[in-house]
T-cell receptor, first 118, second 109 residues
Framework: DVKVTQSSRYLVKRTGEKVFLECVQD?????MFWYRQDPGLGLRLIYF???????EKGDIPEGYSVSREKKERFSLILESASTSQTSMYLC?????????????????FGDGTRLSIL | DAKTTQPPSMDCAEGRAANLPCNHS???????VYWYRQIHSQGPQYIIH???NNETNEMASLIITEDRKSSTLILPHATLRDTAVYYC??????????FGTGTRLKVLA
């Protein structure tokens, strides 16, 4: 079974802090994703990566950055945390099917990190 | 990506089949149908996906109509642990998932 592990289930930080959220997958997947989930807004894609050291902006990248130094690990960084970034953060990974990098293989999600910024 | 429409809630008796419908009338030829579920405070769990043929795995069956404008997820013998929000997603040619509001399934003892 695919396992996507997020480093923390719950995290409380203060405004202005630099926050690191870590995600590790054990299936040798090429693609990794960071989403945030808010009531009434569904899932919104922040960043994704289709290879080591590669990254692409999603729909709401402002205030975030990412790092992918190793294939299995994808980190989300809140450069200077704000209260508007209080949310559930979800990491996902997927493999690559034949035919190109935009894969129809399903994304597998971690259990999420519930981040509160005070 | 095509928009999907699902009923907001459904009840199902424990041990019975749960049939969750999804309408995706604007689906295009290269778009797949995916089903996920989310139990409170957990991440979405992948269930099944398909393009045009019916699919079955250890969790569920996916029935896609011949015109592909709708599909049904079937949980053959629902248990209390199947109580969750179920999302139907249509996606093709893009990385992004668009989760709608889903169907809140309640399995009753």
């Amino acid at each position: 079974d695919v396992k996507v592990t997020q480093s923390s289930r719950y995290l409380v930080k203060r405004t202005g802090e630099k926050v690191f959220l870590e995600c590790v997958q054990d299936m040798d997947h090429e693609n990794m994703f960071w989403y945030r989930q808010d009531p009434g807004l569904g899932l919104r894609l922040i960043y994704f990566s289709y290879d080591v050291k590669m990254k692409e902006k999603g729909d709401i990248p402002e205030g975030y950055s990412v790092s992918r130094e190793k294939k299995e690990r994808f980190s989300l960084i809140l450069e200077s945390a704000s209260t508007s970034q209080t949310s559930m953060y979800l990491c996902a990974s997927s493999g690559v099917a034949t035919g190109g990098p935009i894969s129809n293989q399903p994304q597998h999600f971690g259990d999420g990190t519930r981040l509160s910024i005070l | 990506d095509a928009k999907t429409t699902q009923p907001p809630s459904m009840d199902c008796a424990e041990g019975r089949a749960a049939n969750l419908p999804c309408n995706h009338s604007t689906i295009s030829g290269n778009e797949y149908v995916y089903w996920y579920r989310q139990i409170h405070s957990q991440g979405p769990q992948y269930i099944i996906h398909g393009l045009k043929n019916n699919e079955t795995n250890e969790m569920a069956s996916l029935i896609i109509t011949e015109d592909r404008k709708s599909s049904t997820l079937i949980l053959p013998h629902a248990t209390l642990r199947d109580t969750a929000v179920y999302y139907c997603i249509v996606r093709g040619g893009t990385y992004k998932y668009i989760f709608g509001t889903g169907t809140r399934l309640k399995v009753l003892a």
